[in-house]
């Protein structure tokens, strides 16, 4: 079989440069273009691609650049791929028992009655991919060749590319047991049904011009999932078993990104793959020789594919030089797929150049990797003047001005135990029924649509087009409407629907201290939704209040309680490219502080309600269990000490959404919200379950209406919803919300949406208040 390249990434960003997926996508979907339309400007985005990193120097022809576009989520290529999908999307199959791609995105986002797949986050990333359904009785069975025709594009345009593939093992670990499968039915148990699928794929695969195939096992490195880590392994040697005793396939990378292997390691040294991946970022080189690797590859993921930071390249450098002494042969690579982090730093303009100078985007990491594939071929002193470089900007970045704020320092050194405890609950039940709310109070999350027109307005005063006064105007006119339609539909606690905002996140780093954007810097979050996560690169402080003006004029149009909406110090992190150079504890304790000083500016101003997002709790969670408690006790302790200011009488709100919820139950209540509103609508109120038997006794809001499919709910549906909460969890807890904010969404189907809340909420309510 042919060598494996001596670097590699693991995966690349696949939406362009300027969105044009998204773009194009997002065109199909409203009927603008059509599908041969859409099928072009992917195909030529997968061309662009392939000549990029050719470009910066990744072999054409040695397998080195992989094939890993996907127009929605690699989970759902790969269900689709292997015909997993549900029974309600049976009959999109066309005649020969294939899935296209107009079906392809429904079973994304759904269609009328069909609820889509439900989401969740990858691992302890902020991607969301869509969880497969899988029954005892799903029919495997090769659905879509998309991958293929993909490879055999790239062999006609002269290019020898390495496709990727969720492997079969973490796709069934990722995937959730069918409504109709009995109790207990585990997914994983399908997988001896699933792995002859896989072995036809990978045929074709090697037919189509792929020498090698990268299947990615994340599952294998995590202490997060239902399946133990034992489990996983004992699948995964059945599987690549299997897999790597085919007689007709391209050689086999199996990739383990975000996390060490452990013990696996030993499984896949011992199973018939040529080739290992090793996150070396999030993991460690191995100490000892493991049995079975003589022969192998090792991929050194050595080269931050989560982070945007230009790195020590010579640590790097120094950890593979480590594995060689392994018995195997090394490899130089990106530690995860460069999907997590921007295009290129030279698309920024307005960064400065010293911030600049220290950072690398996926075409730097690219680069980093040539350099390193180098090193190995030649020695270090062929690449000294690169590890020189990045060890120079390392240090520069160490003991830059910002970067260590005194003042911001001494605050958080000085924090004591009472800094991080509000009153009782109790205390503050008695003092919050002030706001005289009824039973099943309605709300929403925060954000109203952002309409096309507020994105110009934002542009045209970006460009300088307008005056400050012109768009305040505006944006004061956009928040009267929200208002007003909040109280038409009979909504309890109002939002003010943030048209001020680009991102709930870059908001908010525009106005503190430590932080920088990007222009262009955009990373996929989930299908065709992207964001451009924000640059934490020193101590973090609040210059001015922030949101105060806003919520203040929101709340003087109205007598009922208007939500002040703030990013809570985890979220902010979670989605942000944040520095590396100290525990992530102490940031967001700085972070926390300046939160804190905005929580008593907003109750200056008249506000009793007060939001504090964390949708991305879970989500850094670590995913080995010996690290998840010290992760848990600081990231509650940075919310409480951002709260535990506020009065008795202020109402604090949190909101988390998309993720396992079971998991952090005891941390959401550590929290000590007064209410917490959570994802719940698209996995069809399976969270009230933890929640009730969890004992959990603050308020609660489960979401009712999924706001990431156009989807309108019906009354009946959203009725059921609620009907399941109030079996499960007591109605002075409970509150009625959307799953998420309402920014993605169009008025039409968001209007639609609350009446049918509103609707339903009063059936319910209804029915409690008699029985009372």
């Known amino acids: 079989m042919t060598a494996f390249p001596e670097g590699t990434i693991l995966g690349y960003p696949r939406i362009g440069r300027r969105r044009e997926l998204k773009k194009a996508v997002e065109a199909y979907w409203a009927g603008r273009i059509a599908e041969g339309e859409l099928e072009a400007v992917a195909a030529g985005l997968r061309s662009a691609t392939r000549e990029r990193l050719a470009e910066r120097g990744l072999g054409r022809a040695d397998s080195s650049i992989p094939e890993s576009f996907s127009y929605y989520d690699q989970v759902l290529d790969a269900a689709v791929a292997v015909g997993a999908i549900p029974e309600r999307f049976a009959d999109l199959r066309d005649a020969d028992g294939s899935i296209g791609l107009s079906a392809y995105f429904t079973i994304a986002r759904g269609e009328g009655e069909r609820a889509p797949l439900e989401m969740t986050k990858w691992f302890d990333t902020n991607y969301h991919y869509l969880v497969p359904e899988i029954g005892p009785g799903t029919a495997f069975s090769l659905s879509s060749d998309r991958i293929v025709r993909e490879v055999a594009e790239a062999a006609e345009a002269g290019y020898v590319t390495r496709p990727v593939l969720?492997?079969?093992?973490?796709?069934?670990?990722?995937?959730?047991?069918?409504?109709?499968?009995?109790e207990g039915f585990d997914p994983l148990s399908r997988l001896d049904d699933l792995l002859p699928v896989y072995a036809e794929l990978l045929a074709r695969l090697k037919a189509a011009g792929a020498e090698w195939?990268?299947?990615?096992?994340?599952?294998?490195?995590?202490?997060?999932?239902?399946?133990?880590?034992?489990?996983?392994?004992?699948?995964a040697a059945r599987a690549y078993a299997?897999?790597?005793?085919?007689?007709d396939r391209p050689a086999i990378f199996v990739a383990a990104p975000y996390a060490s292997l452990d013990a696996n390691l030993a499984v896949l040294a011992a199973a018939p793959v040529e080739a290992i991946g090793l996150d070396l970022v999030r993991g460690t080189v191995p100490t000892q020789s493991v049995p079975g690797l003589s022969g192998k590859t090792l991929v050194g993921g050595v080269v931050d594919g989560h982070n945007i930071w230009r790195g020590d390249l010579a640590a790097g450098f120094g950890a593979l030089e480590r594995l060689r002494a392994l018995g195997a042969s090394v490899a130089a690579a990106t530690s995860t797929s460069l999907l997590h982090v921007p295009h290129d730093v030279e698309d920024e303009t307005r960064l400065d150049a010293r911030l600049v100078s220290w950072l690398a985007f996926a075409d730097q990491k690219v680069a980093q990797v040539v350099a390193l594939a180098r090193g190995l071929r030649e020695g270090r002193a062929a690449i000294a003047a690169d590890l020189d470089a990045a060890s120079a900007a390392l240090a520069d970045r160490l003991g830059a001005p910002g970067v260590r704020d005194g003042a911001v320092r001494a605050r958080a050194a000085a924090l004591v135990e009472g800094d991080f405890a509000r009153d009782a609950y109790e205390i503050r039940v008695a003092a919050q029924e002030a706001l005289g709310l009824p039973a099943l109070p309605l709300t929403t999350i925060g954000s109203f649509p952002q309409t096309g027109e507020i994105r110009r307005a934002r542009a045209r005063f970006g460009r300088g087009e307008i005056t400050a006064e012109d768009y305040e105007g505006f944006l004061r006119?956009?928040?009267?409407?929200?208002?007003?339609?909040?109280?038409?539909?009979?909504?309890?606690?109002?939002?003010?629907?943030?048209?001020e905002r680009n991102d709930m996140v870059q908001y908010f780093a525009e106005h503190l201290d430590g932080f920088d954007?990007?222009?262009?810097?955009?990373?996929?979050?989930?299908?065709?939704?992207?964001?451009?996560?924000s640059i934490l690169w020193g101590d973090v402080s609040r210059p001015a209040p922030i949101t105060v003006a806003w919520s203040a004029f929101a709340q003087s149009l109205t007598v009922k309680p208007v939500k002040g909406m703030l990013t809570g110090p985890v979220t902010i992190l979670a989605w942000s490219f944040v520095r590396d150079d100290q525990p992530l504890g102490e940031t967001a304790n700085q972070v926390a502080l300046a939160?804190?000083?905005?929580?008593?500016?907003?109750?200056?101003?008249?506000i009793a309600v007060i939001q504090v997002d964390e949708p991305a709790l879970r989500e850094l969670l670590p995913l080995k269990k010996a690290a998840q408690p010290a992760y848990l006790d600081w990231s509650v302790d940075s919310f409480r000490?951002?709260?535990?200011?506020?009065?008795?009488?202020?109402?604090?709100?949190?909101h988390l959404c998309y993720s396992e919820f079971g998991v952090v139950i005891d941390a959401i209540r550590a929290l000590d919200a007064d209410v917490t509103s959570i994802e719940a609508a698209r996995s069809r109120m399976e969270v009230v379950s933890d929640v009730a038997s969890a004992g959990f006794d603050h308020g609660i809001g489960p979401g009712v209406y999924d706001i990431h499919s156009p989807r309108v709910p019906s009354v009946d549906e959203i009725e059921s919803l609620l009907r399941r909460a109030v079996e499960e969890i007591p109605i002075r807890q409970l509150w009625v919300n959307p799953d998420c904010g309402l920014k993605t969404r169009g008025y039409e189907e968001t209007n639609a949406s609350l009446r049918n809340i509103v609707e339903a909420t009063h059936r319910v309510r209804a029915g409690v208040t008699a029985a009372v």
Not at 166 to 182: F, H, I, M, N, R
Not at 214 to 234: F, H, M, R, Y
Not at 242 to 247: D, Q
């Open 477 to 499: 006119d956009e928040i009267g409407r929200v208002v007003t339609l909040q109280e038409d539909l009979g909504l309890d606690v109002l939002v003010h629907g943030e048209p």
């Open 641 to 654: 000490l951002a709260t535990a200011g506020a009065a008795p009488a202020t109402q604090i709100h949190t």
């Open 166 to 182: 969720v492997g079969p093992v973490t796709l069934l670990a990722l995937s959730k047991a069918q409504d109709e499968a009995p």
């Open 213 to 235: 195939v990268q299947l990615d096992e994340p599952a294998l490195v995590s202490e997060s999932l239902p399946a133990s880590p034992a489990v996983l392994g004992e699948a």
């Open 242 to 247: 299997v897999l790597g005793g085919a007689a």
């Open 595 to 606: 939160l804190r000083d905005e929580i008593a500016d907003l109750e200056a101003a008249g």
């Open 517 to 533: 954007v990007t222009e262009n810097g955009w990373v996929q979050s989930y299908g065709s939704r992207a964001t451009r996560p």
